[in-house]
């Protein structure tokens, strides 16, 4: 009997985004993402959204560890963060999906996309072109973030071309929190001399390490392990470059370990930062000896450039 999953549908203003990102994350769910054009097919409360001034994050959790009561707590804690921020109540919806109708669910809304000035996306079951002036970086996000539709992944992207436009071959870079692997195969894609990915979630992990083998990447080339930065520090690598794509709050708590994993002339890109955040963020990155080389925002959210700063 196949594994069965709840599809929680939340609809909100954009405001909301990080925090019921962050309290989906809390609340274990797994393949969280927003969308913004809603199709004509969509029913009920979605074929209301106004795509103008709300959103809908779509995300997953199994059936096997959450009762109705967990999600109508769930709710409950989506209501209080919005009363908070005097913005109005999310609606939320969920139902129960088998594990295969997870999984083909993500074809109808994801096709290829060309990102930056060298990257071409490519969904695992699409057939990618045959000549390309493009990286093609094929993916299935399984139950993992990262199919490079959100703006924070698109800016991380980007940042990388920037950054391993020369020397990439004597890089070697820390993915922390990898989900789905596209910043750790774009890294790879872009000639990175070696890539440690890791992420604290199991499905993540094995997400990662799927793609790539769908990618053709050596293992010996881009490492994954489940964990944090503490794995990192284990590792007693010393690291030219660290990708951060996860939530502000997990950044700022990271980042004065920084430190323990870098050389005096290594760089990071951090990111699934709002704009609202940004100065905080700035903040702590300038406490810790960094200085913020650049930042780059699409939409509500922004991306730090930052270097660590030479004596």
Not at 24 to 44: M, P, R, V
Not at 210 to 229: A, H, K, Y
Request: hydrophobic share 40%; with cysteine; charged share 25%.
């Amino acid at each position: 009997m196949s594994n069965r999953w709840w599809e929680i549908v939340i609809k909100c203003e954009p405001i909301l985004e990080e925090s019921v990102f962050w309290r989906l994350e809390k609340f274990g769910c797994s393949g969280t993402a927003t969308e913004i054009e809603i199709s004509d097919e969509k029913k009920n409360f979605e074929s209301e959204l106004e795509t103008d001034k709300q959103i809908l994050i779509r995300t997953y959790i199994s059936e096997i560890n959450t009762q109705l009561k967990d999600l109508a707590t769930l709710s409950s804690w989506l209501e209080q963060d919005a009363q908070s921020l005097e913005v109005s109540i999310p609606e939320a919806q969920w139902h129960l999906i088998d594990e295969e109708d997870w999984a083909s669910g993500w074809k109808q809304y994801w096709q290829p996309m060309e990102i930056g000035d060298r990257f071409l996306i490519y969904p695992a079951w699409e057939v990618p072109p045959e000549e390309s002036d493009k990286l093609i970086l094929r993916l299935d996000p399984g139950a993992a973030f990262g199919t490079g539709t959100h703006p924070t992944t698109q800016l991380c992207l980007e940042s990388l071309e920037m950054r391993l436009y020369e020397n990439a071959e004597n890089q070697t870079i820390a993915d922390i929190g990898c989900g789905s692997g596209i910043l750790s195969l774009g890294s790879i894609l872009l000639g990175a001399k070696k890539v440690f990915a890791v992420d604290n979630d199991l499905l993540a992990t094995k997400t990662c390490r799927s793609n790539c083998q769908l990618n053709q990447i050596n293992q010996n080339n881009l490492i994954v392990s489940d964990g944090s930065i503490e794995k990192l520090i284990e590792s007693k690598e010393v690291f030219d470059g660290i990708t951060c794509n996860i939530l502000a709050n997990t950044i700022v708590e990271l980042f004065p370990q920084f430190n323990e994993i870098t050389h005096e002339k290594s760089w990071a890109i951090l990111s699934g930062i709002l704009l609202t955040q940004a100065d905080q963020i700035a903040e702590v990155v300038e406490q810790q000896g960094w200085t913020v080389a650049a930042l780059w925002k699409r939409k509500d959210w922004c991306c730090f450039n930052v270097r660590r700063s030479e004596y």
